[in-house]
């Protein structure tokens, strides 16, 4: 048994794998186009592994994804693939209307295509998990939780390529049947996360006592959850979700990003006293356009339904990820080099 986990390279989809064929219980392959934010680094902990396979094609490309279906033969697709990063989106959406929307319809068509020529058990057992965000719903005043009924409001280029990237996953299951799923998640956390996302910017802005930019007046509130609790997530619910449904996924531990980058500046005083207190390089810099005041997510269908709840606590998780940081400097040179020399100095 073979399953698919597009955008494996990837923060979130490397995590995916990572577990996946540390499990052993299927061959895992990973498509990825490995952009900027992708790299074959992030898997080297499982590339030894029989149970790996890595194809690098762009989730666009029909006749490349077709091939691969035809060769593996899947037994469940987790359709990850993304360019996922909200500032680059203002800044070039052209890319994210390619990969999230013409890239997520090919992997359907695709898939489509692949699944209606099975048989029997095979064909009943097929899944395809589209992974998508809490920021397809806009944005929250100070009260209420975003849910599996909430209606669609996105506000940046990113989530609205997202956005439409859910409305076709579910129009291919009401219209033709595959057996579709989807997940909505709040902000991730943890090892691997690309040096361009709030947590990595402010690990390593710290480290190297460079200004810690925090946008507008930091009063933005995202609700943070730890990236293989995300991972287990999602094979639960390929697992055992109801085809055809969404699943909100989410952390229970809504921060504003002041207080966030706080929580990382006393972490980082606890292991370089020398340096405290980190939080005089905090710098309020020009807010990003169109930017969400709130995020926080309802995930009690899928904790009462299928029985997942989160391994980590907030605090818990922030110190392990800041300890992967320093301990992994190396991947972040090796990710990030000219990102990280322009960001980092
Ligand atoms: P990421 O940017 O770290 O990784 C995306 C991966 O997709 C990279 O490896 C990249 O090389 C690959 N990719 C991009 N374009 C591709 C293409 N055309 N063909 C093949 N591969 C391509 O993203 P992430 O943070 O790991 O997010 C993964 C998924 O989860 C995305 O769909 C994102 O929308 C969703 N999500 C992310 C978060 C979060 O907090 N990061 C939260 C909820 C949902
Ligand atoms: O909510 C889920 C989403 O979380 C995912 O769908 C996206 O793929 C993922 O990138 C993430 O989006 P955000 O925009 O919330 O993440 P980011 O790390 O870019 O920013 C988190 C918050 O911190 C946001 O309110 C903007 C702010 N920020 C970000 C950066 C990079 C800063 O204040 N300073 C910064 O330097």
Redesign the pocket.
Same mark, same amino acid.
């Given at each position: 048994m073979t399953v698919f986990v597009?955008?494996g390279?990837?923060?979130?989809?490397s995590a995916l794998a990572r577990d996946l064929i540390d499990q052993g219980k299927e061959d895992v392959l990973i498509?990825?186009?490995?952009?900027y934010?992708?790299s074959l680094e992030s898997l080297k902990p499982v590339s030894n592994s029989p149970h790996y396979h890595f194809s690098q094609?762009?989730?666009?490309d029909r006749d490349g994804i077709g091939a691969l279906f035809t060769k593996y033969k899947p037994s469940a697709v987790y359709h990850?693939?993304?360019? !996922?990063?909200v500032d680059r989106s203002i800044d070039g959406p052209a890319d994210f209307v390619q990969?999230n929307l013409v890239?997520t319809f090919t992997m359907l068509d695709a898939a489509y295509h692949y699944w209606r020529a099975l048989e029997g058990a095979t064909k009943e057992s097929f899944r395809f998990l589209h992974?998508?965000?809490d920021e397809v719903y806009g944005e929250l005043g100070p009260e209420g939780l975003f849910s599996e009924t909430s209606p669609y409001d996105p506000n940046s280029p990113y989530s609205a390529s997202?956005a439409g990237s859910d409305h076709l996953a579910r129009a291919w299951h009401r219209t033709y049947g595959l057996p579709v799923l989807v997940t909505n998640? !709040?902000?991730?956390y943890g090892p691997y996360q690309?040096p361009e996302k709030l947590l990595p910017v402010i690990i390593l802005n710290c480290l190297k006592s460079k200004e810690l930019p925090v946008y507008g007046k930091g009063e933005n509130i995202r609700d943070w959850l730890y990236v293989e609790d995300h991972a287990a997530a999602l094979q639960q619910v390929v697992a055992s979700g109801e085809i055809g449904e969404t699943y909100m996924i989410g952390g229970r531990a809504e921060r504003t990003n002041i207080d966030m980058v706080r929580s990382i500046c006393k972490i980082m005083d606890k292991k370089f006293p020398e340096k405290a207190p980190h939080e005089d390089l905090i710098r309020f810099v020009t807010d990003r356009p169109g930017h969400d005041a709130r995020y926080a997510v309802d995930c009690s269908k899928i904790e009462a339904e299928l029985g997942w709840s989160q391994s980590l606590d907030l605090e818990t998780g922030l110190e392990k990820t800041v300890d992967w940081y320093l301990e992994n400097l190396d991947w972040v040179k090796a990710v990030a080099a000219d990102y990280t020399q322009e960001r980092l100095g």
């Amino acid at each position: 048994m073979t399953v698919f986990v597009t955008g494996g390279a990837g923060f979130i989809g490397s995590a995916l794998a990572r577990d996946l064929i540390d499990q052993g219980k299927e061959d895992v392959l990973i498509i990825d186009k490995l952009t900027y934010a992708g790299s074959l680094e992030s898997l080297k902990p499982v590339s030894n592994s029989p149970h790996y396979h890595f194809s690098q094609t762009d989730i666009c490309d029909r006749d490349g994804i077709g091939a691969l279906f035809t060769k593996y033969k899947p037994s469940a697709v987790y359709h990850l693939a993304a360019e !996922s990063h909200v500032d680059r989106s203002i800044d070039g959406p052209a890319d994210f209307v390619q990969t999230n929307l013409v890239g997520t319809f090919t992997m359907l068509d695709a898939a489509y295509h692949y699944w209606r020529a099975l048989e029997g058990a095979t064909k009943e057992s097929f899944r395809f998990l589209h992974v998508s965000t809490d920021e397809v719903y806009g944005e929250l005043g100070p009260e209420g939780l975003f849910s599996e009924t909430s209606p669609y409001d996105p506000n940046s280029p990113y989530s609205a390529s997202k956005a439409g990237s859910d409305h076709l996953a579910r129009a291919w299951h009401r219209t033709y049947g595959l057996p579709v799923l989807v997940t909505n998640c !709040s902000n991730n956390y943890g090892p691997y996360q690309f040096p361009e996302k709030l947590l990595p910017v402010i690990i390593l802005n710290c480290l190297k006592s460079k200004e810690l930019p925090v946008y507008g007046k930091g009063e933005n509130i995202r609700d943070w959850l730890y990236v293989e609790d995300h991972a287990a997530a999602l094979q639960q619910v390929v697992a055992s979700g109801e085809i055809g449904e969404t699943y909100m996924i989410g952390g229970r531990a809504e921060r504003t990003n002041i207080d966030m980058v706080r929580s990382i500046c006393k972490i980082m005083d606890k292991k370089f006293p020398e340096k405290a207190p980190h939080e005089d390089l905090i710098r309020f810099v020009t807010d990003r356009p169109g930017h969400d005041a709130r995020y926080a997510v309802d995930c009690s269908k899928i904790e009462a339904e299928l029985g997942w709840s989160q391994s980590l606590d907030l605090e818990t998780g922030l110190e392990k990820t800041v300890d992967w940081y320093l301990e992994n400097l190396d991947w972040v040179k090796a990710v990030a080099a000219d990102y990280t020399q322009e960001r980092l100095g």
